[in-house]
């Protein structure tokens, strides 16, 4: 990853799309606090859900396509049926790949072939169940501090002064702890390099490794 230029916007002959600048942030400094080589460039869509596939679809049928092409979305409509809906257009698209029929819970990868770049998938929160990145981020608030802050979210809801929608309740519930923090209301990727959100749990370590799986070292 370049730390020059937009570093969020970086092509590269392995790349990562995420559908947003904050997602580009969150793994950013995942990579920092993990160590994972620099071996890709992360791409953000404009928080589009469909921009992403238009550009994994652009990419591989490029010219001169990426060796391997990341992806990683929100599993916020259900992931069953985001990962159908995901395979089914590339499978007409591209028969050669062999998809699974579910995405993998340590996150997917799919071989290519001469022609075609390897493929990576990654569902928010943990390939399994329903969410976001905010999801994935609150696993790193520690759970006393996670309660009294969904505590405090319902709160404000029962009283009438919360206007979100129940679809970003775990937004709300971050954020709302992210407020508490020293500095508080930092971003959800500098509140990893700051330790105010944890980065060595499960999923995040699980998806860590998925990276340096996914984007290897190349061997001198």
Not at 73 to 96: C, F, H, M, Q
Not at 116 to 129: C, D, I, R, V, Y
């Amino acid at each position: 990853m370049s730390s020059q230029g937009k570093p969020c916007k970086e092509e590269s002959s392995k790349v990562l799309l995420v559908e947003g600048v904050n997602d580009c942030h969150v793994i950013m400094a995942l990579c920092g606090q993990h160590q994972v080589p620099h071996t890709f460039g992360i791409y953000e869509c404009g928080g589009d859900k469909d921009r992403i596939l238009r550009r994994l679809n652009a990419l591989i049928q490029s010219a001169t396509p990426p060796e391997a092409i990341g992806v990683v979305v929100d599993a916020d409509t259900g992931i069953e049926r985001r990962w159908t809906s995901i395979k089914a257009k590339l499978s007409k698209n591209y028969p050669d790949y062999e998809f699974p029929d579910f995405p993998h819970q340590d996150g997917t990868i799919v071989p290519g072939t001469e022609s075609l770049p390897t493929l990576g998938f990654w569902f928010m929160p943990n390939n399994q169940t329903e969410g976001m990145l905010e999801d994935f981020c609150l696993e790193m608030v520690e759970s006393q501090a996670h309660q009294v802050a969904k505590d405090s979210v319902e709160n404000a809801q029962a009283k009438g002064v919360a206007t979100f929608i129940q679809a970003h309740f775990s937004k709300a519930i971050v954020h709302t702890y992210l407020a508490w923090q020293d500095e508080p209301g930092r971003p959800l990727g500098q509140s990893i390099t700051s330790q105010a959100l944890r980065p060595n749990t499960e999923t995040a370590i699980s998806f860590t490794e998925w990276l340096k799986r996914l984007f290897p070292e190349t061997q001198n």
